[in-house]
């Protein structure tokens, strides 16, 4: 259990130490190129979640996405599997989902800041973005919910 926390907080605090970087100087420059036509640093704030969707009501997102981090929380600790990519793939769905929490509670929003600008134009007469601006607990999540279906036989032997 002690590599979960680690995880998780690891995840946590390199999350929340980018977004005040990308706070402190991308909201002034808007967006910084790194690799051309590719990858860009461009700061956005996103009110929404995934693909910036809008549930409706910030209440409703924070009291809903607590409940989903407490019943990951509660599934771990409950749960008798402590194999490394078990714990590996829930601390970091856990660590992301909590340095976008503590960023709707303190903002109102989520920071975002990392841009793969992969295609931007329009497909049937409609402006399309093909890749929204995310930020690393995302892509903790994400490597997370990846990790628990690539693995999932080795994960969840019994099954």
């Known amino acids: ?26 909201r002034e420059h808007g967006s910084i190129t790194i690799i051309a036509d590719w990858f ?9 979640i995934a693909f910036g969707v809008d549930p409706g009501s910030r ?10 981090l407490a019943a990951i929380l509660g599934y771990v600790l409950w749960s008798s599997n ?3 990519l078990f714990l590996s793939a829930f601390s970091l769905i856990f660590g ?4 976008n929490l503590i960023d709707r509670i303190a903002y109102g929003s989520v920071i975002d800041f990392l841009h793969l600008d992969l295609y931007n134009g329009y497909i049937l007469d409609r402006w399309v973005s093909l890749w929204p601006v995310f930020n690393l607990a995302d892509s903790a999540i994400t490597v997370g919910a990846v990790l628990l279906v690539v693995f999932y036989k080795q ?3 019994q099954q």
């Open 1 to 26: 259990m002690t590599a979960f926390f680690l995880i998780a907080t690891g995840v946590i605090l390199i999350d929340q130490l980018t977004k005040q970087v990308a706070a402190s100087y991308l």
């Open 40 to 48: 860009k640093f461009t700061y956005t704030e996103n009110t929404g």
């Open 59 to 68: 209440i409703i997102l924070i009291g809903g996405t607590a409940l989903i």
């Open 82 to 84: 402590r194999s490394p």
């Open 96 to 99: 992301g989902g909590i340095g």
């Open 155 to 157: 994960i969840f032997p």
